[in-house]
């Protein structure tokens, strides 16, 4: 079983829709980020979670330390935001990748 | 801000010839770096990672070794390289808060 589960693994959604992906983990953390992916490889940060939530734009990461879970939500998906979303969490000095949801949103 | 250089971004190598991808940081010193490596369609698998000068932790026994001869140079290496060798190889770094990434080496063992 791997340390860090997300799911769904693929999610398509219209322009305009919610999207919510989720990540559980069993190990010990002190911190988790959420990362973007896009198709040509490259990988960008988008939060850094320790407790609580964090919003950017459109983009909004809950953490529940209590229950090792947390979420990405997308409000008002766009196409540019089809890409692979990847948790990660730091255990000790390590980081610890979930296998990521891929996303694709169309118009 | 901190900037992570990878080469090359692409690499075709035969079935039993050396590798050797570098990655270095600017930026920040003493910085965690990590090797992962990415196979077609899975996520990714983190190879080592190094919290300091000549301290290469591994998690995945394999065709591979890395070494960290300086603070901000990250060397991934093979002496023979094997089919199952095939994949993204991204070189990453982080502190804690921040995490950058290489934009990474898609390596074709033929």
């Known amino acids: 079983k791997n340390e860090v589960e997300q799911s769904p693994q693929n999610l398509t959604a219209q322009e305009g829709e919610f999207i919510t992906i989720n990540c559980s983990y069993s190990?010990?953390?002190?911190?988790l980020h959420w990362l973007q992916q896009h198709p040509g490889g490259g990988i960008v940060s988008l939060f850094m979670?320790?407790?609580g939530k964090k919003k950017h734009g459109r983009l909004i990461a809950t953490i529940n330390i209590q229950e090792k879970h947390s979420s990405l939500h997308i409000t008002a998906s766009h196409p540019r935001d089809s890409a692979v979303y990847i948790c990660?969490?730091?255990?000790?000095?390590?980081?610890?990748f979930g296998t990521g949801t891929r996303l694709q949103v169309f118009p | 801000s901190q900037t992570i250089h990878q080469w090359p971004a692409t690499l075709v190598q035969p079935v039993g010839s050396p590798l050797s991808l570098e990655c270095t940081v600017e930026g920040t010193s003493n910085p965690n770096l990590y090797w992962y490596r990415q196979a077609a369609g899975r996520g990714l698998q983190l190879l080592f990672y190094s919290v300091g000068i000549g301290q290469i932790s591994s998690e995945v026994p394999q065709n591979l070794s890395a070494s960290r001869p300086q603070d901000r140079q990250f060397i991934l290496s093979s002496k023979k390289l094997l089919l199952s060798d095939s994949g993204f190889y991204l070189c990453?770094?982080?502190?804690?808060?921040?995490?950058?990434f290489g934009s990474g080496t898609q390596l074709s063992v033929l």
């Open positions: 990660a969490v730091y255990n000790t000095d390590k980081l610890i």
């Open positions: 979670l320790s407790s």
């Open positions: 190990v010990g953390i002190s911190a």
């Open positions: 990453g770094s982080g502190v804690y808060e921040k995490l950058f």
